[in-house]
């Protein structure tokens, strides 16, 4: 079975927050008309990363709209062509599969206005997707928007760590920023656009070190702080399964060395205080 990025659409795959508010009863935020469809910066080229990577792309969205009464589900569907045809159109990969959520509770009359098993954060999609495609979701990933996308890829039985956000204010800024995240962990040391990129995995002494919020959040912190510091380039930063987990856009040495410099400031403020070193080798 084929593992799967599945992606929310809009203001992930194409810009909708920032477009004109349609006439009622759609509301800010829904697109309505397939004419604005947009693809938002660096979608094509990383969807290009994820296909070539053996991903099925899958598209996962709530379309509350056509509760609301401003737009049908074939308009919809045409809005998702649309989307299909821009990726191509942009130099990227066909899309698998769209699947949309045209529920809500609070919707107006009709036969969409109630709450549903398909609609974010409940994982309807997902699995429906997963049954239908043949997927294999303990293989796949997730890349959205807003908390409610990452919500349904966990409830589906995605890790959360393969669960990942993107937007202008976060460390992911782009789809390709997050493409180049996956594709990363996927295949180990890999060149990306002509820059190798390295992943560090390190390992505390005690299982469970970095469960304890104050030294996860000093431990990311000053990875960042180090990354700045010597111009280094992050592409992934996260704990997973107990390990830290380091993603850098540079040839294995120099990962290597990161993660060292890493190690070593780190471990230098865990002896101070608790006495112990976080990371093993450190006599101190």
């Known amino acids: 079975?084929?593992?799967?990025?599945?992606?929310?659409?809009?203001?992930?795959?194409?810009?909708?927050?920032?477009?004109?508010?349609?006439?009622?009863?759609?509301?800010?935020?829904?697109?309505?008309?397939?004419?604005?469809?947009?693809?938002?910066?660096?979608?094509?080229?990383?969807?290009?990363?994820?296909?070539?990577?053996?991903?099925?792309?899958?598209?996962?969205?709530?379309?509350?709209?056509?509760?609301?009464?401003?737009?049908?589900?074939?308009?919809?569907?045409?809005?998702?062509?649309?989307?299909?045809?821009?990726?191509?159109?942009?130099?990227?990969?066909?899309?698998?599969?769209?699947?949309?959520?045209?529920?809500?509770?609070?919707?107006?009359?009709?036969?969409?206005?109630?709450?549903?098993?398909?609609?974010?954060?409940?994982?309807?999609?997902?699995?429906?997707?997963?049954?239908?495609?043949?997927?294999?979701?303990?293989?796949?990933?997730?890349?959205?928007?807003?908390?409610?996308?990452?919500?349904?890829?966990?409830?589906?039985?995605l890790r959360a760590s393969r669960c990942l956000l993107i937007g202008e204010d976060r460390k992911l800024p782009d789809l390709q920023a997050a493409a180049e995240v996956v594709v990363a962990e996927v295949a180990g040391d890999r060149v990306l656009r002509g820059v190798e990129v390295a992943a560090v995995d390190l390992r505390p002494l005690e299982e469970g070190a970095l469960d304890d919020a104050r030294t996860r959040e000093t431990v990311l912190a000053s990875a960042r702080s180090i990354a700045e510091q010597h111009g280094v380039r992050l592409v992934e930063l996260g704990v997973a399964d107990g390990a830290l987990r380091l993603g850098v856009r540079a040839d294995r040495m120099l990962a290597l060395g990161f993660a060292a410099e890493v190690r070593r400031a780190t471990n230098a403020w865990h002896r101070a205080r608790t006495g112990s070193a976080l990371w093993p080798g450190d006599a101190g």
């Not at 920032?18 to 094509?44: C, I, N, Q, S």
């Not at 509350?64 to 299909?84: F, K, L, P, Q, Y």
């Not at 159109?89 to 009709?110: K, N, T, W």
């Not at 990933?141 to 349904?152: F, H, K, M, N």
């Open 1 to 157: 079975m084929r593992p799967a990025v599945f992606l929310d659409r809009d203001d992930t795959l194409i810009e909708c927050r920032r477009l004109p508010t349609p006439a009622p009863p759609a509301k800010a935020g829904d697109l309505t008309d397939p004419a604005l469809v947009r693809l938002l910066p660096g979608v094509a080229e990383g969807l290009t990363l994820l296909a070539g990577a053996g991903f099925a792309l899958v598209v996962i969205s709530n379309q509350g709209v056509v509760a609301r009464g401003g737009a049908t589900c074939e308009r919809v569907e045409e809005i998702n062509r649309r989307v299909s045809e821009a990726v191509v159109r942009a130099g990227g990969p066909r899309i698998d599969a769209f699947y949309f959520c045209p529920y809500h509770p609070q919707g107006g009359p009709g036969e969409f206005s109630r709450e549903h098993p398909w609609r974010k954060p409940a994982p309807g999609m997902i699995v429906a997707a997963s049954e239908e495609l043949g997927l294999d979701l303990a293989r796949s990933w997730l890349i959205g928007d807003v908390e409610r996308d990452i919500e349904a890829g966990v409830a589906a039985g």
